[in-house]
Nanobody, 124 residues
């Protein structure tokens, strides 16, 4: 069992930056592959980025490549999402998720544990 808790969301102007954190608790938390997803009302949950358990492999949605960076601190069991050059279309609730399946997966249904989400609002 893994418990996930996101933090770091907020209101920012277009062009600004935010850093999201996802603290994972559980005996095997450091061995999970992790992902960030986002959701806006009326849309499907969207893949943002993923990182493998060691931190050596990452995957990004085309819409955030170059602007966002996913990383993890294994000692602290925390995954980060650094978001730069934010755009109004990045506005969403951001969720972190954990999976024991191999690889850096972009499909929400392949993740086993989810956090409660943190709101990110980007004003124009």
């Amino acid at each position: 069992q893994v418990q996930l808790a996101e933090s770091g969301g907020g209101l920012v102007q277009a062009g600004g930056s935010l850093r999201l954190s996802c603290a994972a608790r559980g005996r095997t938390a450091s061995y999970y592959n992790m992902g960030w997803f986002r959701h806006t009302p009326g849309k499907e949950r969207e893949f943002v980025a993923a990182i493998n358990w060691s931190g050596g492999i990452t995957n990004y949605a085309d819409s955030v490549k170059v602007r966002f960076t996913i990383s993890r601190d294994k000692a602290q069991n925390t995954v980060f999402l650094q978001m730069n050059s934010l755009k109004p279309e990045d506005t969403a609730v951001y969720y972190c998720a954990a999976t024991f399946r191999t690889g850096v997966r972009p499909i929400p249904s392949e993740y086993d544990y989810w956090g409660q989400g943190t709101q990110v609002t980007v004003s124009s």
